[in-house]
């Protein structure tokens, strides 16, 4: 079985959820660790005004894999350096941090196990980006006992990441087929935004990024479909961290199914479960995902706009990322 071959198995159940309209459009990347790679892609960039074909280098919102293709990293890479410990406080790269959430690990941001809320209507906060960013670091946050995933531990670590790399979240250098600015006419709509009272094309889905100033330590990053899979390609082949920080990247973490911001291997986790063991994968809300197999050195990206031209409505993107999922763990070792 070729590669090729592989990515049609793969993509056929995607291709029967544009075909009956329950996703608008979609594009699927499947990738080894040698380099070799197969694309496929379908349905519409946009409905609105009128229907615009997907193509291959569509623009996509990748929502919350900016925690995991940006953040992350960068924090990793920061650790390399000697300019920070994961087990340093919060406190001690942002000393305006309130004392309660400001004395929490590092470490504990990333794996979600801090205890800090989910989510916060920080657009409904008064004032300019710079001011509710400033609000976000002071304000006294409760800290629960349980883990929680939690957009807010993001928002915090991409201000460490800032203060240290000296530029906007907005404005760090990604890799090419990766952008905080894409052009609006090449992109995947999302939906129309009650509070921008608007379509989203090119424009961050995630309402508290967008009033952070467009991008954050949680969402605002896009990327086509060979642009996530280069990212993916880097992390095996070992050019974006060394083997010390692949080790610790997915290592287990205090809370279940995770590592370092990724999610691991667990029952019923959307990657499926025929991967192997050490396999880490993370979801976008806006219907986007990205699961890499460090055993097996294959890597997959699914990406969606589920979200065009509302998130109301009921997708089955779920069953879909796990069927893909299973579909090429499945046949990997026919094509291996």
């Not at 994968?281 to 890499?292: D, K």
């Amino acid at each position: 079985m070729s590669l090729e071959t592989l990515a049609d198995h793969a993509f056929a159940p995607v291709a029967l959820a544009l075909e009956d309209g329950r996703i608008p459009g979609a594009a699927l990347g499947i990738a080894t660790a040698d380099g070799q790679r197969a694309l496929r892609w379908g349905g519409v960039a946009t409905t609105l005004p009128k229907p615009e074909p997907l193509a291959r280098d569509t623009w996509f919102d990748l929502a919350s894999l900016t925690k995991v293709i940006v953040t992350v990293t960068e924090i990793l890479r920061l650790v390399e350096e000697g300019v920070l410990d994961l087990d340093d406080p919060l406190a001690k790269h942002l000393p305006d941090a309130a004392p309660l959430h400001g004395a929490i690990p590092l470490r504990r941001l990333i794996d979600h196990s801090s205890g800090l809320p989910a989510q916060e209507r920080i657009y409904l906060w008064p004032g300019p980006a710079d001011q509710r960013r400033t609000a976000v670091i002071r304000k006294h946050w409760p800290v629960k006992t349980e883990p929680v995933y939690s957009d807010i531990n993001y928002m915090l670590l991409g201000f460490v990441v800032e203060r240290w790399r000296g530029v906007a979240f907005g404005q760090l250098p990604v890799g090419t087929g990766l952008s905080f600015a894409p052009v609006p006419a090449q992109s995947a709509a999302t939906e129309v935004c009650a509070v921008r009272n608007r379509l989203l094309r090119g424009e961050v889905h995630d309402e508290n990024a967008w009033s952070l100033g467009g991008a954050a330590g949680h969402a605002g990053l896009f990327g086509t479909v060979r642009g996530v899979l280069d990212f993916a390609l880097e992390l095996l082949r070992g050019r974006l961290l060394s083997p010390a920080a692949m080790v610790e990247l997915s290592a287990p973490q205090s809370t279940p199914g995770r590592a370092l911001g990724w999610e691991r291997r667990h029952p019923g986790w959307k990657g499926g479960s025929l991967c192997s063991p050490r396999t880490i994968g993370h979801l976008g809300f806006t219907g986007t995902g990205l699961w890499i197999d460090l055993d097996r050195g294959i890597a997959w990206t699914l990406l969606t706009n589920r979200v065009h031209p509302s998130r109301e409505v009921e997708t089955g993107i779920q069953d879909l990322r796990l069927s893909v999922g299973n579909r090429i763990a499945a046949r990997w070792r026919d094509w291996a």
